[in-house]
């Protein structure tokens, strides 16, 4: 099985991704991770994404073949978290796909309104040791302390609330027509990103075991 995940910032597509794949054996493909690996060596995807913008199609395609291109990643079935991010990227992964005569079950978009996803992004708070927090949804049980290891939380410079600000608007401009280009091959599958994370995870499931 191979699946997409879209959705705005804040919409929790990497928390429900990482579940989902370990749920149904597939491989949590996350651009999120690579960028991170990327952004310690490389100064230009480090600024890209320190301002809040995307970075260019060529690295983004180039690195997600590199992992299409593993044995593992084919039998076992892959989730895409993170890519594709515009239509352009969208039609590369076709062609890729194409000719390796690979299929993409279904487009999952969890949707979540914008000053929600706002809301839930700016409030986030991580831990050296890997934990999250959020300061309204899910709070440390001491304030500013990790439960896990009583360690100090920080918040990303990419959760600043400009920055998220930035982040919306340059998916609201490049990535929503992704909707209509799923919309159009009768892939997409809208999920109600307001609900808990339990019953989102609940909706994807269900979806996935009913072959949608």
């Known amino acids: 099985m191979n699946y997409i995940i879209l959705g705005p910032p804040g919409a929790g597509k990497g928390t429900q991704a990482k579940?989902?794949?370990?749920?149904?054996?597939?491989?949590?493909l996350s651009t999120g991770d690579?960028?991170?690996?990327?952004?310690?060596?490389?100064?230009?995807?480090?600024?890209?994404?320190s301002a809040g913008q995307l970075v260019p199609d060529e690295i983004v395609v180039n690195m997600v073949k590199k992992h299409l291109e593993k044995d593992d990643i084919i039998k076992?079935?892959?989730?895409?978290?993170?890519?594709?991010?515009?239509?352009k990227q969208a039609e590369e992964l076709d062609a890729v796909l194409k000719s390796k005569n690979i299929k993409i079950e279904g487009v999952l978009l969890i949707d979540v309104p914008f000053e929600e996803a706002v809301k839930r992004i700016v409030g986030r708070r991580i831990c050296v040791c890997g934990a999250s927090y959020n300061m309204t949804l899910l709070p440390p049980k001491e304030d500013g302390k990790c439960d896990r290891c009583s360690g100090k939380l920080f918040q990303r410079s990419d959760d600043k609330e400009n920055v998220v600000r930035e982040r919306f608007a340059v998916y609201?401009?490049?990535?929503?027509?992704?909707?209509?280009?799923?919309?159009?091959?009768d892939t997409l599958i809208y999920i109600n990103g307001l609900k808990d994370e339990k019953d989102v995870f609940a909706q994807i499931s269900s979806c996935i075991a009913n072959g949608l």
Request: hydrophobic letters at 35%; proline letters at 4%.
């Open 19 to 28: 579940n989902i794949a370990g749920k149904f054996g597939m491989v949590h």
């Open 34 to 49: 690579m960028f991170r690996e990327e952004k310690e060596s490389d100064e230009v995807v480090s600024k890209l994404l």
């Open 76 to 87: 076992k079935g892959f989730l895409l978290d993170g890519f594709p991010r515009t239509v």
């Open 172 to 185: 609201e401009r490049q990535t929503k027509p992704l909707i209509e280009y799923y919309e159009k091959s």
